[in-house]
């Protein structure tokens, strides 16, 4: 009978677990998975799953922030996960930008908590979900602030720069997304909104520094942010991307996998794990889901290692072009085996291209192509491509699109 009676309180407890709902559920994984964690989190960053939507807290000891909050529909989980991990006050709440997917469950955050202060960019929006951060934003008796360019404000023993927006005025409204650089001892984190890649040029304008060792790739990884300039300049080890699980956009898009895998940018993604939590003591970095520790503790600093791959595609150079013989040469002066497959080479006055086939240089060696009556390793396919006047340079791009050699 007592056995019986064990087997009722495992049983009903079971049911109870169960009943609490998935939600739920993963909110206490990832806490299991934190406290599971090898290193003392004493910054905290939890992308949080909220589907095709970003929403983001920062924790520093106590300090706490927001960056974004979800669409409408998401109040229920984000709430509860913000009360669950003990958040009563949010120094900053950050709204990227007026979207939906951005802003839905803002106007909750604000009404729930005490909130210091509220930054969103200078630009308004027609919808009801913009209405209800403003009226909820002025029944707390706050006002929005609109951050500067260069502006660094503090949470706890950890920092944030504004990068963007840059203007006051875009076509598209993803632009004026709050872009901030969050800094925490030797780590760095940049969180992008959905700027897309005219932002990004404009960030980088800025001269502001931008090498980040965790990247929230801008607008849910599609192809119209992270440009090739950007991620050259920002040099994540790891990118997070915040998106629903067959959304309908196509994020993350296919280009933006292939980018971070060829540039070498780990990509965690919330619609394969849920909710992402960075744990860093300053020095390294890990990352847990509801399925335990992600990556190995990871001591080193983006800023102290560089992109082999990188490096020796710089190593392709345009070593010659005989513009009387109509031959080119291209030098491998790397230490690897390259191949050309998908590198252009650019006539510039004419605007001619030539896209190179499936071709391999070795470490040292120079291979020719041809566009004259002279024979070349390649053949360019068309005649007299080079203009005799010395106004013809000459560019060639490696299959990233990135000029690599001018001549
Ligand atoms: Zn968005």
Not at 144 to 166: D, H, Q, S
Not at 171 to 183: A, G, T
Not at 355 to 371: D, L, R, T
Request: proline content about 2%; aromatic content about 8%; overall charge negative.
């Amino acid at each position: 009978m007592r056995n019986f009676k064990g087997y009722l309180v495992i049983l009903v407890s079971m049911l109870m677990l169960f009943l609490g709902g998935c939600k739920l559920q993963e909110v206490s994984s990832v806490d299991k998975s934190i406290e599971g964690s090898n290193i003392e989190g004493k910054l905290k960053i939890h992308y949080i799953d909220v589907g095709q939507a970003d929403a983001i807290l920062i924790e520093q000891e106590g300090n706490n922030m927001l960056i974004d909050a979800g669409n409408n529909d998401d109040k229920e989980v984000l709430l509860s996960y913000l009360k669950n991990n003990g958040i009563k006050r949010l120094e900053y709440v950050i709204g990227t930008h007026p979207h939906e997917d951005h802003i839905g469950s803002l106007d909750a955050v604000i009404e729930e908590f005490e909130i210091g202060k509220v930054l969103m960019p200078k630009v308004t929006h027609t919808t009801k979900t913009f209405k209800d951060v403003v009226t909820q934003t002025k029944k707390k008796g706050l006002k929005f602030t609109t951050p500067k360019i260069g502006e660094v404000f503090e949470l706890g023993e950890g920092k944030f720069t504004v990068l963007a927006p840059n203007s006051t005025e875009y076509k598209d409204m993803n632009d004026y997304s709050i872009v901030i650089r969050f800094e925490y001892k030797q780590r760095s984190f940049l969180f992008t909104g959905d700027a897309e890649a005219h932002s990004e040029e404009e960030i980088i304008h800025t001269g502001l520094e931008l090498r980040s060792d965790v990247l929230k790739a801008g607008h849910h990884g599609s192809s119209s942010s992270s440009s090739i300039e950007f991620l050259k300049k920002v040099k994540p080890k790891y990118a997070i991307i915040s998106c629903g699980k067959d959304n309908d956009y196509g994020h993350p898009h296919k280009e933006i996998i292939e980018r971070f895998n060829k540039q070498g940018i780990k990509m965690l993604r919330t619609d394969e794990l849920g909710t992402i939590v960075c744990l860093s003591d300053g020095e390294s970095i890990e990352f847990v889901s509801k399925s335990g520790v992600i990556n190995e503790r990871d001591n080193n600093s983006s800023n102290e290692e560089e992109n082999d791959e990188d490096e020796e595609t710089q190593r392709i150079t345009i070593e010659k072009i005989d513009k009387v013989k109509e031959l080119v040469y291209i030098k491998n002066n790397g230490n690897r085996k390259v191949n050309l497959k998908g590198y252009r080479l650019l006539s510039v006055k004419g605007n001619q291209e030539f896209i190179f086939p499936e071709v391999a240089i070795e470490p040292g060696e120079i291979i020719s192509i041809s566009s004259g009556d002279e024979k070349g390793d390649i053949e360019w396919g068309k005649k007299n491509m080079w203009s005799n006047s010395a106004e013809d340079p000459g560019k060639l791009f490696n299959s990233d699109g990135e000029l690599i050699s001018e001549f």
